[in-house]
């Protein structure tokens, strides 16, 4: 049974080596594209989720709310920060905290303005708040809006940046190759499937004799069908093998 297999598959691509080529080369191109957007995918996201390790929103203070670490306002402000679900922690930053890291971060770029002694900060004092690693293994732009939303009526919270601008428009610029990954998957699918279909009929019609005779001689669907199948096993096996590499 396995040498008439053989015979049968190496009769195949003798007789119509140029179809089964043919065959051969749209299915490895479709194979290879397919995966190049999966993968191109899949690593997009990865950055995002390398992004959101690293996640935090800053709650910009009203310059009203006074730095006072006894002050009422401020521990409520915190304590309605530390009771939203999924944040992790809530640290405060005064002006002059905010101030020490902007000139350490920027005195290489502008050493002038530093050193000018009425060179003041430009900074409100913030709440720093860091999410659990549910929130940020899975980023949820969706959440993170929410959540920004809510913070923004709390009395005392004048601003809150997360870099949402960057986040959505990388969010939207994923889903919109997702999208065109998929309707390029279901047009490559089809026309594989078309080729596929039109080189099984081309080999049916070239073997029109040779089942008639088996038919007569009294062989099963099964027997005449089975041949075609591991025809297009091995077409599909090493054309996934071809786009591979």
């Not at 690593?43 to 910009?60: A, H, K, Y």
């Amino acid at each position: 049974m396995n040498q008439m297999l053989w015979a049968n598959l190496k009769r195949t691509w003798t007789h119509h080596f140029g179809t089964q080529m043919t065959t051969l080369i749209v299915l490895a191109a479709s194979y290879a594209i397919i995966c190049s957007f999966l993968t191109l995918g899949q690593n997009l996201r990865n950055i995002l989720s390398l992004w959101g390790d690293s996640i935090q929103m800053t709650v910009f203070l009203k310059e009203e709310t006074k730095e006072d670490s006894g002050n009422e306002k401020l521990t409520q402000l915190k304590t309605r920060l530390q009771a939203i679900n999924g944040v992790d922690d809530v640290k405060y930053v005064s002006k002059q905290e905010a101030a020490e890291k902007f000139k350490m971060e920027m005195s290489g770029f502008m050493p002038e303005v530093f050193q000018d002694e009425e060179f003041i900060a430009p900074f409100p004092s913030s709440f720093i708040i860091s999410f659990k690693d549910q929130l940020k293994q899975k980023i949820d732009t969706l959440r993170l809006a929410e959540i920004a939303k809510q913070i923004s009526g709390f009395e005392g919270a004048e601003d809150i940046a997360y870099g949402q601008d960057w986040l959505n428009n990388y969010a939207s610029f994923i889903k919109g190759i997702n999208s065109m990954g998929l309707a390029l998957v279901l047009v490559l699918l089809s026309g594989s499937v078309f080729v596929v279909g039109t080189s099984i009929k081309t080999s049916i019609s070239a073997r029109r004799d040779e089942i008639e005779i088996m038919e007569l001689v009294g062989a099963t669907s099964q027997m005449i069908r089975w041949p075609l199948v591991v025809e297009g096993l091995f077409l599909g096996l090493l054309a996934s093998t071809v786009a591979g590499f």
